[in-house]
């Protein structure tokens, strides 16, 4: 059992940056896989990144590749994800989730495959 709280959403200018952070308390926060989804309003939520144990695998959606960093920081049980180079269509509610992993279970890009969520904070992107 773990929960997780994000913070660090806002309203932000086209081309801005945001650092998001996810709190995790309950558990030992270094046996999960920590991942991030969005969701825009009418939309299904969606694959932004995950990274591994020990912070040395990350896996990223196309679209957010070249513009988003996940990392975490197992000594203070937070996950972060850096967005740079913001645009409107990166505008949703942002979560982040967690899997307890072992050396057989996939890095998930699928929602169904977290079974610990966070409640979520808003990124807007606007001019």
């Known amino acids: 059992q773990v929960q997780l709280v994000e913070s660090g959403g806002g309203l932000v200018r086209p081309w801005d940056s945001l650092r998001l952070s996810c709190v995790a308390s309950?558990?030992?926060?270094?046996?999960?896989?920590i991942a991030w989804f969005r969701q825009a309003p009418g939309k299904e939520r969606e694959f932004v990144a995950v990274?591994?144990?020990?912070?040395?695998?990350?896996y990223y959606a196309e679209d957010v590749r070249d513009r988003f960093t996940v990392s975490r920081d197992n000594a203070k049980n937070t996950a972060y994800l850096q967005m740079n180079g913001l645009h409107p269509d990166d505008t949703a509610v942002y979560f982040c989730?967690?899997?307890?992993?072992?050396?057989?279970?996939?890095?998930?890009?699928?929602?169904?495959?977290?079974?610990?969520w966070g409640q979520g904070t808003q990124v807007t992107v606007s001019s």
């Open positions: 989730a967690a899997d307890l992993k072992t050396l057989t279970t996939p890095y998930s890009r699928f929602p169904d495959d977290y079974e610990y």
């Open positions: 990274v591994s144990l020990t912070n040395t695998i990350r």
């Open positions: 309950g558990d030992d926060f270094s046996k999960y896989a």
